[in-house]
């Protein structure tokens, strides 16, 4: 008997941690979002709408305070 062939895949979802927000919160859809990560306040945007980038948001920034 022969075993079937192994099948593997790799994909790239752009800003998919801002995608998998508005996923779960949908009243979100028509807001500017941003994905913070690290400690505070040494956070920084790791994702990010089309809306926040429209805003000049950007893949880096720090929280403003």
Do not use: N
């Not at 807001?31 to 809306?51: D, F, H, N, Y």
């Amino acid at each position: 008997m022969t075993r079937p062939a192994e099948l593997y895949a790799c994909l790239y979802a752009k800003e998919f941690p801002a995608q998998a927000l508005l996923r779960l919160r949908p009243e979100m859809r028509d807001k500017p979002c941003v994905i913070m990560e690290g400690e505070p306040p040494l956070q920084a945007v790791c994702s990010l709408t089309r809306k926040a980038r429209s805003l000049g948001i950007a893949h880096g920034m720090t929280q403003v305070c």
